[in-house]
């Protein structure tokens, strides 16, 4: 069965951090983009980043550069979104996903999702 399964959600204050990890399972992950995205209520789902299958190629969305840091393990089969200095506008459900992903960001080139996870920024 091909899988994705999110984890590492949760609540924090703004300025915290969260790690999250998207595990990966039934299909070849190496051969995969993978990405990150967002959606809030009331919002259209929005990319947030991007890694490509060697790992040296990243994207990420304006609001996020030089906050979020995404990377990826070929040997475990996941990536991982690491978010720092976290503001009250980074809160969302957030999802992984694996495609073609090119180019980076763009939903429609992504056929594999996960369930979601939540991250909520508030004091």
């Known amino acids: 069965e091909v899988q994705l399964v999110e984890s590492g959600g949760g609540s924090v204050q703004p300025g915290g951090s969260l790690r999250l990890s998207c595990a990966a399972s039934?299909?070849?992950?190496?051969?995969?983009?993978m990405s990150w995205f967002r959606q809030a209520p009331g919002k259209e789902r929005e990319g947030v980043a991007a890694?490509?299958?060697?790992?040296?190629?990243?994207y990420y969305v304006d609001s996020v550069k030089g906050r979020f840091t995404i990377s990826r393990d070929n040997t475990k089969n996941t990536v991982y979104l690491q978010m720092n200095s976290l503001k009250p506008e980074d809160t969302a459900m957030y999802y992984c996903?694996?495609?073609?992903?090119?180019?980076?960001?763009?939903?429609?080139?992504?056929?594999?999702w996960g369930q979601g996870t939540q991250v909520t920024v508030s004091s």
């Open positions: 039934g299909f070849t992950f190496v051969n995969y983009a």
């Open positions: 890694i490509y299958q060697s790992g040296h190629s990243t």
């Open positions: 996903a694996g495609g073609g992903g090119w180019p980076p960001l763009v939903k429609s080139t992504y056929n594999i």
